[in-house]
């Protein structure tokens, strides 16, 4: 790699890192081709993406941004798995490594706080951006189908009275 291609390496990790909600460090020694790709189709069904960079550029990267603390995990062979989504790129990365033993995460950080093994695990089960806007919205939605159950409800217990009247009135 010549120092302009490095240039580029450093611009696009250092992008990476400032606009990333999360960041997964990963020891990666003995994966497959093929459980790479496994994983990053898994991040980028998920909305998060995976990158392997050498440790020296992307400490250079690192430098000034709001996740510098990951600087310390960046050692052998690291993966950088990352999403805009705070919780995305965490859940993608404890999935794989619970199926690939060769997968261990390191630690990673979610803007300024530093993530170790276990913060990583904490993260990865809290809800997802979209997990929470659903339930935001049903609970938005249930006081408007409780007034229109509620509205709907006299009329409804009316009829019934009336029907029964009718029915006992044939009888």
Same mark, same amino acid.
């Given at each position: 790699?010549?120092?302009?291609?490095?240039?580029?390496?450093?611009?696009?990790?250092?992008?990476?890192?400032?606009?990333?909600?999360?960041?997964?460090?990963?020891?990666?020694?003995?994966?497959?081709?093929?459980?790479?790709?496994?994983?990053?189709?898994?991040?980028?069904?998920?909305?998060?993406?995976?990158?392997?960079?050498?440790?020296?550029?992307?400490?250079?990267?690192?430098?000034?941004?709001?996740?510098?603390?990951?600087?310390?995990?960046?050692?052998?062979?690291?993966?950088?798995?990352?999403?805009?989504?705070?919780?995305?790129?965490?859940?993608?990365?404890?999935?794989?490594?619970?199926?690939?033993?060769?997968?261990?995460?390191?630690?990673?950080?979610?803007?300024?706080?530093?993530?170790?093994?276990?913060?990583?695990?904490?993260?990865?089960?809290?809800?997802?951006?979209?997990?929470?806007?659903?339930?935001?919205? %049903?609970?938005? /939605? $249930? +006081? @408007? !189908? *409780? &007034? #229109? %159950?509620?509205? /709907? $409800? +006299? @009329? !409804? *217990? &009316? #009829?019934?009275?009336?029907?029964?009247?009718?029915?006992?009135? #044939?009888?």
């Amino acid at each position: 790699m010549d120092r302009a291609q490095k240039e580029t390496v450093v611009e696009e990790l250092g992008q990476i890192f400032e606009s990333s909600g999360v960041v997964v460090v990963a020891h990666y020694a003995g994966l497959t081709v093929a459980d790479m790709q496994d994983l990053r189709a898994r991040a980028s069904a998920n909305g998060s993406s995976v990158r392997v960079a050498k440790n020296r550029l992307a400490k250079i990267a690192l430098d000034g941004k709001p996740c510098a603390s990951i600087a310390e995990y960046l050692t052998g062979m690291t993966v950088l798995t990352f999403s805009e989504d705070p919780v995305a790129a965490a859940k993608v990365s404890e999935d794989f490594a619970k199926e690939n033993d060769k997968f261990v995460i390191l630690g990673g950080a979610m803007g300024e706080n530093a993530l170790d093994r276990a913060g990583v695990t904490a993260v990865s089960k809290m809800p997802s951006r979209e997990e929470l806007i659903s339930t935001i919205v %049903g609970m938005l /939605g $249930a +006081p @408007a !189908s *409780n &007034i #229109a %159950g509620a509205i /709907g $409800a +006299p @009329a !409804s *217990n &009316i #009829a019934s009275i009336l029907s029964t009247i009718e029915d006992k009135a #044939a009888a």
